[in-house]
């Protein structure tokens, strides 16, 4: 089968897709929200638990996307006083929708912070493991949910995870380096995912 002009356009959307969110990391990855690990190691921390449980490839993006919304932050000039966007998880959620991404991955990403208010009304250990910033942010994004709102919350079809993607949240912080290559595997993954979302199969191997 030969190559047509939409399959063409669709693998160089899907790249271009990959090559922009590569950038926000490569010009924010850097910074710091209150936590003792930057954007890049926190995202890429969460995204290898996800990994190495042999999760879907929906769950490993999510884990490593789901504090995106901090590094658009001219799209959300509202911080927590330092300890990032407030409405982060929500602005995230909404960039990746618009580059194609399915509800399985914004879905997850945009209930990551409502997971952390469940998880503080439902486990009563729970809030003692979290760190000082998630603590403070917890306040700030609404404190614990209330019996009703934690019921509405489990009957949410992504309830688990939700839960799942905000225990690898809360794991992902410790004093552990990463580097570029670590980022570059993660990126084909996404890249690989991408084009399989937008690409024939057959065609998908003739581009590679």
Known sequence: MQLNKTAIMEAREAKCISQEIELLFY??????YGEDVTQLEHAIQCARLAEEGGHSVELVLAALLHDVGHLLEEAEPEKMDGFGSKY?????????????????????????????RYLTYADEDYLKQLSAASRYTLEVQGGPMTRKEAAEFEEDPLFRDMVLLRRWDD????????????????MHIMHEYLLKRHVPAELAAEIH
Do not use: C, R, S
Request: aromatic share 8%.
């Open 88 to 116: 982060h998880e929500t602005i995230g959620a909404a960039y990746l929708a618009n580059l194609g991404f399915p509800l399985t991955i914004t879905g997850i990403i945009e209930g990551h912070v409502a997971a952390k």
């Open 171 to 186: 794991k992902g912080k410790k004093d552990e380096p990463v580097t570029m290559h670590d980022l570059q595997h993660f």
């Open 27 to 32: 010009k924010y990855g850097n910074l710091n």
